[in-house]
């Protein structure tokens, strides 16, 4: 698979300073490079009140399905908990990441992803669409960790492979839930998710890291995006940063609950719903006092899957065309914000 995604993004490739991140451990003043504008809305305080927090979904609850689906359309992201994955196995990829990041520089460049490449050490994949860097650092995971591991740890590798594979076969069966749950509300047919449970699924993992930064309100942990997938699933350490855009109320913090997941929707998923569940427009904030972490899983049909509007009837007229996974990441390489409206069909 991680051949197949390198191909995607073969014709856009970045340029070797879009990819090495900054050496976090050796500044003590933000970089010009790294000190975004101030905006009106960074003045919100995101205290918007109960009415609008990002719901807490029991996996375990009768009516679990229905108010997925309701979170699906309102909010496009939920929090889960009781989702089923053991605690000890989250807890063990985050002292995973934590321990990769530790490293120096030197070590991890070590891993440091291709132009071409879809895993390995770098900066996020959005940036060349944005005027400043972001305050993060990630690891991209397409198949087996080992290959990039090895080069981190030569001697030292096995720990920290069986941790993410590990972490990868139970996110892969929890979004296999999420995905057939989602796919029974819109009314998908069986032909159409025939993929859903095999092997022929796109999926990664992705681990951040958000150090203390010195200025933290003229910084950007991650810039606004939505994302390519058709659901992602997150893990996200005990310190607060993501945010939401929900229309009416901002920018809206997810705040961490423990043994809780975050899940989002991606423009897989508004597509083939047709525009019924959103698809979450997110960023996340840094501080000065925690550094933070977050474990991404994206789970998304196969790169040949030709992604259409669903519709239930004569009444419903498509509002994308219908297109490959593959050719989507491709609209989506070279326009970050607008891809969606280069497949609309209204």
């Given at each position: 698979m991680a051949t197949t995604l390198s191909e995607a993004y073969r014709d856009h490739p970045l340029h070797l300073h879009q990819i090495i991140p900054l050496d976090f451990s050796s500044i003590r003043t933000l970089p010009d490079s790294h000190a975004w504008p101030h905006t009106e809305e960074d003045d919100d305080d995101n205290d918007h009140g109960a009415g609008s927090c990002i719901p807490i979904i029991d996996l375990m609850d009768p009516n679990a399905m229905e108010l997925i689906g309701l979170a699906c359309e309102k909010w496009g992201a939920f929090q889960l908990k009781n989702h089923g994955i053991p605690l000890t196995v989250i807890e063990e990829v985050e002292i995973e990441a934590k321990r990769l990041f530790a490293l120096p520089a030197d070590r991890k460049l070590k891993a440091l992803r291709s132009a071409v490449g879809a895993t390995?050490?770098?900066?996020?994949?959005?940036?060349?669409?944005?005027?400043?860097?972001?305050?993060?650092?990630?690891?991209?995971?397409?198949g087996s960790p080992c290959d990039d591991a090895k080069k981190i740890w030569p001697n030292d590798h096995p720990r920290f492979c069986e941790k993410m594979e590990n972490y990868q076969k139970q996110m892969k069966v929890l979004a296999e839930k999420l995905t057939h749950m989602i796919f029974k509300i819109l009314g998908i047919k069986e032909e159409e998710k025939k993929w859903v449970g095999s092997t022929k699924h796109s999926e990664a993992i992705q681990l951040n890291s958000y150090p203390c930064c010195p200025e933290p309100n003229r910084a950007m942990g991650l810039a606004p995006h939505t994302d390519t997938s058709l659901l992602t699933i997150l893990h996200q350490s005990q310190t607060s940063g993501l945010q939401i855009l929900k229309e009416g109320a901002g920018w809206v913090p997810v705040h961490p609950h423990p043994n809780t997941l975050v899940v989002n929707t991606g423009d897989i998923l508004h597509i083939l719903s047709n525009?019924?569940?959103?698809?979450?427009?997110?960023?996340?904030?840094?501080?000065?006092?925690?550094?933070?972490?977050?474990?991404?899983?994206?789970?998304?049909?196969?790169?040949?899957?030709?992604?259409?509007p669903f519709v239930l009837d004569d009444s419903f007229l498509p509002r994308f065309r219908p297109l490959s996974v593959k050719d989507y990441i491709g609209v989506k390489a070279k326009n970050l914000r607008g891809a969606l409206s280069l497949i609309s069909t209204i």
């Open positions: 390995g050490y770098g900066r996020a994949r959005i940036s060349p669409f944005f005027p400043k860097h972001m305050w993060h650092e990630g690891f991209t995971i397409v525009s019924r569940f959103r698809c979450a427009l997110h960023r996340v904030m840094v501080n000065s006092a925690r550094q933070r972490y977050s474990v991404a899983y994206f789970y998304s049909p196969p790169l040949d899957y030709v992604v259409s």
